[in-house]
């Protein structure tokens, strides 16, 4: 990149992408990074970061809650950096199916988080694993594809590479912590083992301020640990898919069952 302000537009590396691919030798590897819809939604970092300062405590990412009229303003900034990258990855699209690339290519599409604009919390550097932040997208062509379909599956970011590996017909090699996920291809209500997201924050904040967590999901419940507090968060993300009843003593069955889980896998780690 030319300055760090192209960064945060996704054309600069979609641009980068096609020469490669124009030039490419097969068989191929591409791994695209694609900056946006992040921070700054306007202007230049400085600029922004003393735009929003007087809502915002830029260290904790919290604000008050008669501050919210203004976030929703910020979030509908963010949305609109969105639609301009999806527009940005649209024209790449088209560019894949001119040269004819989707023929014989697996093409993966996916974030790494969401954001957050809500709760007295911005951004996505905090504790917090509630939805907005932790469901992202997961677009998967496979080669010669032609219709699509949904699969309705708890999946993990690190069932990617042994998903990848089976898709080619490798085998993943056993210390991969994800599973693969290709049968959902022909089994697209296949559900898996619980799935766990976390946020481990080592930030300087106020006492009160809950910076280590872990989720777990399974099937329509999601049991979120604070570390900190050894405080518990249950929902039902099909009956309240906003998070806003904690089921935890309504549901002892599914919240031991749920919280035995996220034990394990912290004292295996």
Do not use: C
């Amino acid at each position: 990149m030319e300055n760090h302000d192209n960064l945060y537009f996704a054309s600069n590396a979609l641009r980068k992408a096609s020469i490669f691919l124009r030039n490419k030798k097969k068989p191929f590897f591409l791994w695209i990074h694609l900056f946006p819809p992040h921070h700054p939604y306007f202007g230049t970092m400085d600029y922004f970061l003393k735009a929003i300062s007087s809502i915002i405590n830029v260290k904790t990412y919290r604000y008050a809650p008669d501050s919210q009229p203004q976030i929703d303003i910020l979030s509908s900034w963010y949305d609109k950096h969105l639609r301009h990258a999806d527009n940005d990855l649209g024209n790449f699209l088209n560019f894949l199916e001119e040269y004819r690339l989707l023929e014989d290519s697996l093409l993966i599409i996916t974030s790494d988080h969401g954001e957050m604009f809500e709760r007295g919390f911005w951004m996505h550097g905090g504790p917090y694993l509630y939805q907005t932040l932790v469901h992202v997208p997961l677009v998967i062509h496979l080669p010669g594809q032609e219709h699509g379909k949904n699969i309705d599956s708890n999946i993990s970011h690190v069932d990617l590479a042994p998903t990848i590996l089976k898709l080619l017909g490798k085998e993943p090699p056993g210390w991969m912590e994800g599973v693969s996920f290709a049968k959902a291809f022909s089994d697209a209500q296949l559900q898996f083992k619980t799935k766990f997201s976390m946020a481990l924050s080592y930030q300087n904040a106020p006492p009160d301020f809950k910076t280590k967590s872990v989720a777990a999901i399974q099937g329509d419940y999601k049991l979120i640990k604070y570390l900190d507090f050894e405080d518990y968060e249950l929902y039902d993300l099909k009956d309240d898919p906003h998070e806003k009843i904690n089921l935890v003593k309504q549901e002892p069955e599914i919240f031991q069952q749920l919280k035995k889980e996220i034990d394990v896998l912290l004292n295996n780690n």
